[in-house]
Each structure stands twice: as structure tokens, then as C-alpha cells.
């Protein structure tokens, strides 16, 4: 073959060009590329490491003497093919035998830098041991072109690991910054349920509040002493509510405490008018619900029942630890619930915080038979030493 001119230059440098550039393209798109065509993850990755590590040789063949020899003497196809053939063997063999260490649970114990220097030092290893081989088939044999295949193969073992230990970079990277977004994502879904959970208590608070006061102004007329006990009894549950703003969950025990104190506020108002029973199961109590669930519904009861009717109302709490979970249930003998049952303000309140801190693990049942009653039923249990 004669002497090449300049143009051959030239136009081995922009192919050159154009193969570098071609395989760090690949190389910063590998997690897309191939994805809709090719459904298998094994295959997709073996065949954009293989056009990584094709691209980038050809980038850098006219320093590699085994390559410029073979193309001057047998020609660019017969060079071409040695390539391909080259590249193959180093992808079938030398990365899928690291990415099967890199599955080693060993491995992964390690720290990230060595974990990278194993894999970088397997791929020089496997690349030499399956290179070798090729040399002796496609090459002439002489110790100065065996120290160039040896040469070239420890390069190829390189730029696969390198190629490799990118690829788990840039994978590791996303990972990081995905996982960012997820915590902050989680941050801000903590924070906005707190402000809702806050929005509820003070809500709810205020409201009852509201009627209690107006009960202690009419005792206060007619008896002192009811008067100064409802007093007493209000600054107790609200002692409860302060002391527990932090919390977004109660224990059933506690919950049924403060609920028994509304009911007691109610009874030293209405006197024989009232009456309640509570009972829960023992091993029911310690378990955490949301807090200010169970006194809307005492006091819707209190409301439609004694207040609508002006008859006697019967109040029966019950709490019950099933199978299933928490079950919850509130009777009463007060005006069934209509069919089109629209929930007022305090029982909205009592979904919302469900919603928010048991979504998708509780339901709620209000049904007239064989009595008026609304039944809680919460799936996932809490001990109380999840409180928060």
C-alpha cells in the first residue's frame, strides 16, 4: 500500500472526531437508550457498552500500532473486522463477568472507591486473558506484537471499566438526587399534614369551646357549684389538649378519657337527661388512634339527640380490639341518620384526620340497625411507641 496523503489524514482524525464524540453521547444517555425498542435490561446494557467501547476505539486506533499495522497490510475492512470481533468478545465475556462480581454480596460491603477498584482490576484481567487468545488468530506472532496486544488489551479493560464505573456513577448520581427529591418531597408532605392536622384541632377546639362556655354561663345563673365543676372538668380536658398540641396521635385510653370528660361537661348540664356507659378492652387501650376523633361524635350525638329532641339520650362508647384491627363504636338513642347522611363539621373533621394519618388502612360505617350508631374500624395497628 502506498504512502497515505494528507486528505487520509484528515479524514481519519474527523472519523476519529466523530467515533469520540459518537461514544460519549452513548455514554451520557445509556439509561434511555434502547429503552423502548429493547424491553430486556441485560441486552439493552450489553449493547450500549458495546457501542461505548467500539466508538471510543476507533476513536483513539490511530495510536494503537496493532490496529494501524493490520490496517495498512490487510486493509481498513479486515481491520474494521478485527474490531467488531475485538469489541464482542470484551463485551460478552469481560463486562458481564464484572457485572456478575459486581452482584457479589462481599462486594458490596465494601466501600464505594474499592468496590471500583476491584471491578476496574477484574476488567485489565478478564480483557487480557480473552484478547490474548485473539492475537494468535488474527495477528502474526512476535513478541513485539504479543507486548501490543497485550498492550491493547489492558487498554480495552480499561476504557470497558472506566465505561462501567461511569455508567454506575452517573446511575448512583441519579439515584442521589432522585432520592433527594423524594426526601424533600416527603418533607414538605410531613410539613403540609402537620398544618392540615393543626388546621382540624384548632377547629375543632374552638367549636366546642364555644358551647361549653355557653353551658358554664347558664350554670353559672342557676347553679354555682354545677357551674364551678364544669368549670373544672373543661380545664381538665383542655389541659389534656395542651399538653399533648405536639402529638397527632393519642392512645385509645386517652382518647376515651378526654371523650368521657366532654360527656361529663354535657351530663352536669343536662343532668338525668343524659347518660353514657364506656367500655373498652383492655388490651385495646394502649394502641394510638388520631387524637379528636371520638369527642365530634359524642358531641354530635349530644347535638341531634338531647338538644333536637329534648328527650333522654343514651350514649354507649364502645372499644374493641379485633382480628381485624381497632373498632370503635359509638350508639346512641337519638334520630336515625338520614340516607343522603351529608357529614357536618366535626365528623368531616374525624375523615380528614383519618385520611391523613391512617389513608387507606380505616373505614367508617354509620348505619340505624338494629341502632343508630357510627363504627370506626382502624386496620393498622400502633402501639404507642410510635407516638409522634
Not at 480483557?127 to 480495552?156: E, G, I, T
Not at 392512645?251 to 360527656?263: D, I, K, Q, S
Not at 364506656?278 to 371520638?294: M, N, S, W
Not at 350508639?331 to 384526620?353: E, Q, R, T
Amino acid at each position: 500500500m502506498k504512502e497515505p496523503g494528507f486528505l487520509f489524514y484528515v479524514q481519519m482524525i474527523a472519523v476519529c472526531l466523530l467515533m469520540a464524540i459518537a461514544g460519549l453521547y452513548v455514554l451520557g444517555n445509556f439509561k434511555t437508550l434502547f429503552r423502548r425498542k429493547i424491553r430486556n435490561e441485560l441486552i439493552r446494557q450489553n449493547m450500549v457498552v458495546w457501542l461505548v467501547v467500539f466508538c471510543l476505539s476507533i476513536a483513539i486506533a490511530p495510536i494503537n500500532n496493532e490496529t494501524l499495522r493490520l490496517f495498512f497490510l490487510k486493509g481498513p475492512l479486515y481491520a474494521l473486522w478485527v474490531q467488531i470481533i475485538g469489541t464482542t468478545v470484551n463485551v460478552m465475556f469481560v463486562f458481564n463477568i464484572v457485572r456478575l462480581v459486581t452482584l457479589n454480596r462481599s462486594l458490596k460491603r465494601l466501600s464505594s472507591t474499592k468496590q471500583r477498584v476491584i471491578i476496574l482490576a477484574t476488567l485489565i484481567i478478564t480483557c487480557v486473558a480473552f484478547n490474548l487468545p485473539l492475537h494468535f488468530v488474527f495477528n502474526d506472532y512476535s513478541v513485539k506484537n504479543l507486548k501490543y496486544s497485550a498492550l491493547w488489551s489492558v487498554y480495552l479493560g480499561s476504557v470497558t471499566g472506566l465505561v462501567y464505573i461511569m455508567m454506575s456513577y452517573l446511575d448512583a448520581e441519579k439515584s442521589r438526587k432522585l432520592q433527594e427529591k423524594e426526601l424533600e418531597l416527603s418533607k414538605m408532605n410531613e410539613l403540609k399534614t402537620k398544618a392540615e392536622l393543626d388546621t382540624l384541632h384548632s377547629k375543632v377546639n374552638p367549636h366546642f369551646l364555644y358551647n361549653a362556655l355557653n353551658s358554664i354561663a347558664d350554670l353559672s345563673i342557676t347553679d354555682g357549684k354545677k357551674a364551678r365543676k364544669m368549670t373544672i372538668a373543661l380545664a381538665d380536658l383542655f389541659r389534656y389538649s395542651i399538653n399533648y398540641s405536639h402529638n397527632n396521635y393519642s392512645t385509645v385510653n386517652e382518647e376515651v378519657a378526654m371523650t368521657e370528660v366532654y360527656l361529663q361537661i354535657e351530663k352536669i348540664r343536662f343532668e338525668d337527661q343524659l347518660n353514657y356507659t364506656i367500655r373498652v378492652d383492655e388490651e385495646a387501650g394502649h394502641y394510638l388512634i388520631p387524637r379528636f376523633i371520638l369527642q365530634p361524635l359524642a358531641e354530635n350525638a349530644v347535638k341531634h339527640g338531647l338538644k333536637i329532641t329534648g328527650r333522654m339520650t343514651e350514649i354507649k362508647l364502645e372499644v374493641k380490639l379485633e382480628p381485624t384491627g381497632l373498632v370503635l363504636n359509638l350508639a346512641d338513642n337519638g334520630p336515625a341518620f338520614p340516607d343522603d347522611l351529608i357529614p357536618g363539621y366535626g365528623v368531616k373533621s374525624v375523615y380528614d384526620k383519618l385520611d391523613l394519618l391512617f389513608p387507606g388502612n380505616y373505614e367508617i360505617h354509620f348505619s340505624n340497625r338494629p341502632q343508630k350508631q357510627v363504627t370506626i374500624q382502624i386496620f393498622k395497628l400502633m402501639k404507642n411507641d410510635h407516638l409522634v
